[in-house]
């Protein structure tokens, strides 16, 4: 299949904010797509002789802004900033964990998330220590999930151009893409390239680069 660098403006509004100590940052909901409703869409790109058409960019756009914003949702989780109850705290190891509440019931659930969105390559290279390594940031206590109570810079800010991020879609091929979009990275304006590839029956990110770093 042939790419095209196609520029558009996503037809989904992405309503992202940057990292809040006091707790009452909203989140993204998430949106599940099924692997059926995944392997409908691939299906429709791996024609040889397809050209990358507006519907294909379309759809693609349609899949890096979800992605952008479990990202973005992933990152805050790394930093500490998910919405936890700090009247029910424990001590483990020197650290004070307090029960997170939002939508995860435990480590599982949070996994879980996570690993539909990016691959195992981009988790250990910058999200490992959200439950891995000898002090990981959330923990299972009785059944709970609970969350280490820190907080620091994290998230990505995506800017907008009339309330919408501005992505740009290359690269395609029947099992991944390119997308580069910008963030506000501390007051400047950076631009990200996010790889994205399907594997496992999910579109996830594989890598992403900016200000002349990858991970």
Not at 190 to 199: G, P, Y
Request: glycine share 8%; with cysteine; hydrophobic share 30%.
């Amino acid at each position: 299949m042939k790419g095209k660098n196609i520029i558009l403006l996503s037809s989904i509004c992405m309503l992202l904010s940057a990292c809040s100590d006091n707790g009452n940052t909203q989140f993204p909901e998430i949106t599940v797509i099924t692997t059926e409703e995944m392997t409908d869409i691939i299906s429709e790109y791996t024609s040889e002789d397809t050209e990358v058409t507006l519907d294909m960019t379309e759809e693609l756009t349609a899949e890096a802004s979800r992605l952008m914003g479990a990202l973005d949702y992933i990152d805050r989780i790394g930093g500490g900033n998910i919405p936890k109850d700090e009247k029910d705290t424990i001590e483990q190891d020197g650290r004070q964990y307090a029960r997170v509440s939002a939508q995860f019931e435990n480590t599982a659930d949070l996994e879980q998330y996570i690993t539909e969105n990016l691959t195992d390559e981009l988790i250990q290279s910058r999200y490992s220590h959200i439950t891995g390594g000898e002090q990981p940031y959330y923990i299972d206590v009785d059944g709970a999930l609970y969350g280490y109570v820190t907080a620091k810079g994290c998230g990505y800010p995506w800017i907008t151009e009339d309330g919408k991020p501005v992505i740009s879609i290359s690269d395609v091929s029947e099992s991944s893409f390119t997308a580069y979009t910008k963030f506000d990275n501390f007051g400047g304006e950076c631009e990200m390239k996010l790889d994205i590839v399907f594997t496992d029956g999910f579109w996830k990110i594989s890598s992403i680069s900016y200000d002349g770093m990858t991970f």
